[in-house]
């Protein structure tokens, strides 16, 4: 069975694009090992600040930020960093080649109930002779160069495109490596499973709560068949049970905050998502337009996600 390294290896990825995978890999190795120990290690629980959403940082949200930050720095090919928990892009060095965009613990939330949680990254190619600055980074998703995830469970699997189709790999305790279990991901174009956070119902626009109610209403409602519900409550769960076994999920808009676009980040949630979900035969929108095809206004920018089968994302947006 052929592990990370191999695959990169035999495939058209640049060297510098492989070191910078292999350093973001590794250093969710570690990052698995941390939340393995939970309580033992004394991670577990509020670090006592907000990030720059303002929302309350957990322990584990500081330190695999500054793991994640801190072997990417120290990595000559990366010219700038910008994660979740970063007020403003990091620069690196100079020289490097490439950008990257994370969210170093998605669904942290879920850490002190030992639920699924996963870091999110999205990686361009970006070079210039001064230190980088946050508009150097506003590039839109369809030029990003590689995506994935590393989702922590009952098992660390990493979920990866570099633009030529989707892979997954199951992390090999024994050996410390990532091995290629599952090679080409496709999504079914059709589906009967949705994700989305009903509680947030009343607060959805008109067209996307008669959307949803045709999803609940089944075989005896518009739609002619049933639907079951899922509801990781970590982006990073959702997509890849969407991934493994089809279906559609949504973060729509609504006017708990009419001034927020949207609960998810653009640049290292809804972008890397994206990519994989259209390299596995998918599709990722707005309510209005291709997710990739966004131009960034802000490292922060909040959008609406509707991404899954192509046809329930087509069925959803014809609302």
């Known amino acids: 069975m052929q592990n990370l390294s191999d695959v990169l290896a035999s495939s058209s990825t640049p060297q510098a694009l492989q070191t910078v995978l292999t350093v973001t890999t590794d250093t969710c190795i570690a990052i698995s090992d941390a939340l393995k120990q939970g309580s033992l290690a004394g991670i577990l629980g509020m670090a006592g600040n907000e990030n720059v959403q303002g929302e309350e940082q957990k322990k584990l949200d500081v330190i695999s930020n500054d793991m994640l930050k801190d072997a990417l720095a120290a990595c000559p090919a990366v010219r700038a960093i910008a994660s979740e928990e970063e007020d403003y892009i990091v620069p690196a060095n100079t020289d490097g080649e490439y950008f990257i965009a994370f969210d170093p613990l998605d669904g942290s939330s879920n850490i002190d109930i030992n639920a699924m949680v996963g870091t999110i990254f999205s990686i361009y190619h970006q070079t210039g002779d001064k230190p980088a600055t946050e508009a150097d980074f506003l590039i839109p998703g369809k030029e990003q160069v590689a995506a994935g995830y590393v989702l922590y469970d009952s098992s660390t699997m990493l979920v990866l495109t570099t633009g030529d189709g989707v892979n997954m790999f199951t992390f090999d305790p024994t050996k410390k490596v990532f091995v290629l279990t599952h090679e080409n991901i496709q999504v079914a174009e059709e589906t009967k499973e949705f994700a989305i956070n009903m509680s947030n119902q009343r607060f959805w626009s008109e067209s996307m709560q008669s959307y949803v109610n045709d999803l609940v209403k089944g075989k005896d409602g518009a739609r002619g068949k049933d639907f079951n519900m899922r509801w990781v409550a970590a982006m990073v769960g959702d997509v890849h049970r969407i991934l493994c076994r089809g279906g559609v999920f949504l973060y729509p808009w609504d006017n708990k905050d009419p001034s927020k676009a949207g609960k998810l980040r653009l640049m290292y949630e809804a972008n890397p998502m994206a ?45």
């Open 275 to 319: 990519m994989l979900l259209e390299q596995a035969g998918g599709k990722a929108h707005t309510h209005t337009q291709r997710i990739l095809d966004i131009q960034p206004e802000a490292i922060h920018q909040r959008v609406a996600v509707i991404l899954g089968a192509a046809n329930e994302v087509d069925k959803c947006l014809s609302y």
